[in-house]
């Protein structure tokens, strides 16, 4: 997607050879006409794949999921990272361990959202190590609902979670994979290994 590397490239900046930071337009500061255009992308990938509810994860995943969410004309759950006075029992949890943050985080989401017949497309920002997409998988394979697939605005395709992903047979759609952030310049892959 043009669009999203123009703007990784023109605002984000390259912290060391495997961070990114893009707090400007995705992980802090939302900019809505992306985020727009990033649910309409989506929306075309995964068209005919008959999804009933996207799952993603808090935070940073919220904003495209919802915009997806918007244009497939479904709900959109999110896991949450900390249990709430409303969010107590009744759940579906994993363990989620990040590698930005040094901490794992236990994700839950209520079982009144996720049931056995939901087709679930996960969104979530970044795609790096895999471990979000993992503990979110889990939650669908305990709810027995079906992955229709993942859909990623950001990979690191220089790191093992998306290969590895793609090996379990799951459908990864990734709207811009970084391959390189060496030497402080951005390389984008020329296109989703997937395709």
């Not at 990784?8 to 255009?37: A, R």
């Not at 497939?72 to 579906?92: C, E, M, N, Q």
């Not at 943050?101 to 190590?129: C, G, H, Q, R, T």
């Amino acid at each position: 997607m043009e669009q999203l590397k123009n703007k990784i490239v023109d605002e984000g900046t390259v912290l060391s050879d495997t961070v990114l930071k893009v707090d400007s337009f995705l992980n802090h500061q939302i900019d809505p006409e992306l985020m727009q255009e990033i649910g309409k992308e989506f929306t075309r990938r995964f068209e005919g794949e008959k999804i009933t509810k996207i799952l993603s994860i808090e935070s940073s995943g919220i904003a495209p999921a919802t915009m997806a969410g918007l244009y497939l004309g479904v709900p959109v759950i999110f896991a949450r990272k900390r249990k709430s006075l409303t969010l107590t029992d009744h759940l579906y949890s994993s363990t989620v361990y990040s590698f930005t943050k040094k901490e794992s985080n236990e994700i839950s989401v209520s079982k009144d959202f996720l049931k056995k017949d939901d087709v679930v497309l996960l969104i979530d920002d970044f795609l790096a190590n895999g471990q979000a997409v993992h503990g979110l998988v889990d939650i669908i394979n305990k709810a027995e609902a079906k992955l229709a697939g993942v859909g990623i605005v950001i990979e690191k395709g220089f790191q093992a979670g998306g290969a590895e992903i793609r090996e379990q047979g799951i459908r990864v759609e990734s709207l811009a994979i970084v391959d390189s952030l060496e030497n402080g310049e951005i390389r984008f892959r020329d296109e989703d290994p997937a395709q």
